[in-house]
């Protein structure tokens, strides 16, 4: 995954403006191509899909080499990382750290179901969007079964 920058791959944007708007862009280009001078949110999980992680960062293509050589969170280390989404658009490093606090706290607030750590993370980002205020923020999906999670859980309205 350390070669993530050259690999094509089709992304899928979804993009909240204001009047709880949501538009969704399809995209053929490289993977998690780095906002620069904006902040981002991640989600990257193991291989196996055991263990998930978020965090913030300004530079996805180098956050993930980091994770994957154990150079990144210390909760991180000794495992395979991949990108699920990044939440892109924050202006600064504060406000994208306020983000990342309240998705990692989200979690309490409702009964997840057992088994998918991802779905439930994409099922809580969905809940956040919904209840926060939050605009002009892109989430880039790595794999299309993610972005239908996440739109599943907004029109069921979780």
């Known amino acids: 995954m350390i070669n993530c920058i050259k690999m094509f791959v089709n992304l899928y944007v979804i993009s909240s403006y204001k009047n709880s708007e949501i538009s969704a862009k399809f995209y053929r280009s490289f993977i998690l191509i780095p906002f620069y001078n904006m902040w981002s949110v991640y989600l990257i999980s193991t291989i196996n899909e055991k263990k998930t992680y978020v965090g913030t960062t300004n530079d996805t293509i180098k956050r993930l080499q980091k994770h994957n050589t154990n150079k990144g969170a210390k909760s991180t280390k000794g495992y395979e990382w991949k990108y699920v989404l990044t939440i892109n658009g924050f202006t600064s490093r504060s406000i994208a750290c306020s983000f990342e606090s309240y998705y ?27 209840n926060g205020c939050y605009d002009n923020i892109d ?10 999670t996440y739109l599943s859980a907004i029109k069921d309205g979780y």
């Open 139 to 148: 989430i880039c999906f790595a794999d299309d079964k993610y972005k239908n």
């Open 104 to 130: 990692k706290q989200i979690r309490y607030t409702r009964n997840r179901s057992a088994g998918n750590l991802i779905k439930n993370r994409i099922v809580d980002l969905a809940l956040l969007f919904k």
